[in-house]
Structures are given as C-alpha cells and as structure tokens.
C-alpha cells in the first residue's frame, strides 16, 4: 500500500483528505453538512479532547483513495485502541479496506493493547465488512434529529413548565464558550455523571474527568470554530452543581447544532433535571442561533430515560449506529 502520515502543513493533502471525506459524506450520510477546513485541522489537531487520532492516507497515483485513523488515550481505557477506516466509494469492495484494517491492527498491537473498536451506521454492507474483519457487535447508538420547523414549542414549553416544579429547589445557569475558572472543578464532577449512561456490553471503564480535560475539551471545540452552549442545573439550597447539557453550533452550518451531553448526577435524580435542562436549551438556541433548524443528537439504544426526554421534545430517528469490538 501507498501509506503516507497525514501532515497538516501539507495543503495539498489536507485538501485531498477533505475530498475524500466529501465524497463519502455524499453517499453515505448526505444529511449531515459538510466539515470546514477549521474543523478538519481542529479535530486532527486536538481530537475530541485534546487526544487527536493517528492519521494516515492511502493514495493510488496522486489521488487520495483511502484514511486510516487510530486512536488511543492515555488518560483511561489503557486496554483499548480505536480504528477508523475510510475508502472513497469509487474504489470500494477491492481490498483497500481489509488492508487499511489490517495496518490500523499492527498499530494497535504495537502500542500493547488488548481490545479494538470501531463503529459503523448499521447498513448490511458495512456490518457484514466489519464481521468478516473478526469483530463483534457489542452497543447500538440512535442518531435522533429535532426539526425546528416542525416542533411544537407551546408543548415544549408546557414540557420545561412541569419540569420546574418538580425541581423546585434547583435554578439554571447558563454558560456560553468555557467554563469560569470558579466552577471548573465542579463541572468536571459533574461531567463524570455520563460514565452513568448505558454502555451495552462494550468491553469499557469508566471515563476519568479532570479540570485538564475539560479545558482540552474546550480547546478542542473552540479551534474547531464551534461555539458552546451550556446549562448547568444548580442546586439553591447550597449551590450544589446537579447536572448539565451542551450544545454546540459551527456558523459553517447555520441550519445545524448538535447535542451533546446531557447527565445529572445520581444523589439529584428524580427532579425531572433532564428534562428541565434540554428543554430549556431548545429555548435559548432559539434565541441565542436563529438560522438553526436541525439539531442533532446521539444515545445508547438501551437509555430508555433519555430517549423518552428527546421523543417528548420532537426528536425522531435519523439512523441507527452499531460499536463493534475484537480482541487483538
């Protein structure tokens, strides 16, 4: 193979990588916008949190046909290794993606660890490449999207409404861009909520959350071009921080933002916090970001809570993920 480390001060390859995850945007999930050359650098850069991916591209001639992307942390997890494979659809189903897996394994046996991940939308082709790879299903992912358009805001209203007053005891407070230095800590207690979250039976520890990583995070967001949303739910009685959820809005796709975590913490469930806290961001995007009608989310199969909180706020299924696993 002609297998080449990205170099992010090559334009030319950079370009190349963008249109190859163009063409692959097209004709496997047309629906979402196309990344900017910002967030491209940004996530080769920083990754999601300031551990960025490996990255190699495979050329025929001077074209860019094929992206090999490892992944690993050093924070948590040390058991895993990730591997991401991309191939142009014009030159798929003629080895290029079994050899891609092939070297992204070497790598993985080289830093020593003992399981590999990768995910897939759940198509038949795709699965079936995944399972001839020795992989094995492990978790289900449902991608759900809000259409602005079409929500009924007087129901959500009605929805933040009954959430209030079963939460009585707890005021919101809204933080855009990074985290105040007062409340750093705090929020990285709080962030550590969503290792609550169903993991299906993905072979995964828990997330270890700091002050340094939410700043990474951040960062991360930032220099991708991203603007960041939060709501922190906040206990009056003793200023206890209960929950959170983000969103996050890129002016490169005016008509999309996506949802990210949504979690409180277990000593302040049963308050209707999730409920209260997603509500009352589909409120303040609405004010803060005018041009966005998607908004686009993710949750495990299995997280009946919060899939109920999104149904009851007009969220429907877009597509369906699956997480594979195997054993290096």
Known sequence: MNLERLDLADDAAVEAMMDLHEASRLADHPYFPADTRQQVLA?????????????????????????????????????????????????????????????????????????????????????????????????????????????????????????????ADYELVRVEGSVPEEL?????????????????????EDEIFDAKRIREWENARLEGGDRIYRIIARRKSDGALAGHTMLGYHPGAPEYANQWDTSVLKDHRGHRLGMLLKASMVEWLREAEPT???????????????????????????????GYQRSV
């Open 292 to 322: 966005v009608r998607y908004v686009d989310t993710w949750n495990a199969e299995s997280n009946s809570y919060m899939i109920a909180v999104n149904e009851a706020l007009g969220y429907q299924i877009v597509e369906r993920h699956l």
């Open 184 to 204: 750093i800590e705090d929020v990285a207690v709080m962030t550590a909520a969503i290792n609550d979250a169903p993991t299906d039976d993905l072979d995964i």
């Open 43 to 167: 996530w080769h850069r920083y990754g999601w949190d300031g551990e960025p991916p490996e990255v190699w591209l495979l050329r025929e001639g001077d074209a860019v046909i094929g992206k090999l992307g490892v992944w690993f942390s050093y924070r948590d997890n040390l058991h895993l290794g990730g591997v991401n494979v991309l191939v142009h659809p014009e030159h798929r189903r003629m080895g290029h993606g079994r050899a891609l897996y092939e070297a992204g394994m070497k790598r993985v046996r080289e830093e020593g660890r003992r399981t590999v991940g990768a995910g897939t939308l759940d198509r038949p082709e795709f699965n079936a490449f995944a399972e001839t790879m020795g992989f094995e299903r492990k978790s289900a992912d449902i991608h759900r999207r809000q259409d602005l358009l079409s929500v009924d805001f007087e129901d959500i209203a009605a929805h933040r409404a009954k959430a209030e007053a079963a939460a």
